[in-house]
């Protein structure tokens, strides 16, 4: 089993800076890649952004391109997500998810508990 904790979420004005961390536990070893997905409300959950462990691949979404950035710390079994000039659009509910390099939402195993960033105008 892998176990992820989310943290980092909160509300913040349009423009403003949010700084997500998932740390992983478990059999870190099963999994090649770490993924953020997000859900708002009466949407489905989409995928934002992803980083393979090894060599460090990262891929994104469209509309987050240029303004998140996914890394890693292998040493902490922990990915980051920082988030730039918000927009009220990206407000939703942000789960951490291990599985494969894959931006499918079904190709993920394992999934936290989810952290809500609000963004308001």
């Known amino acids: 089993q892998v176990q992820l904790v989310e943290s980092g979420g909160g509300l913040v004005q349009a423009g403003g800076s949010l700084r997500l961390s998932c740390a992983a536990s478990g059999r870190t070893f099963s999994y090649s890649a770490m993924a953020w997905f997000r859900q708002a409300p009466g949407k489905d959950r989409e995928f934002v952004a992803l980083i393979a462990w090894t060599p460090g691949t990262t891929y994104y979404e469209d509309s987050v391109k240029g303004r998140f950035s996914i890394s890693r710390d292998n040493a902490k079994n922990t990915v980051y997500l920082q988030m730039n000039n918000l927009k009220p659009e990206d407000t939703a509910v942000y789960y951490c998810?291990?599985?494969?390099?894959?931006?499918?939402?079904?190709?993920?195993?394992?999934w936290g508990q989810g952290t809500q960033v609000t963004v308001s105008s």
């Open positions: 998810a291990a599985g494969p390099v894959a931006t499918k939402l079904n190709a993920y195993n394992y």
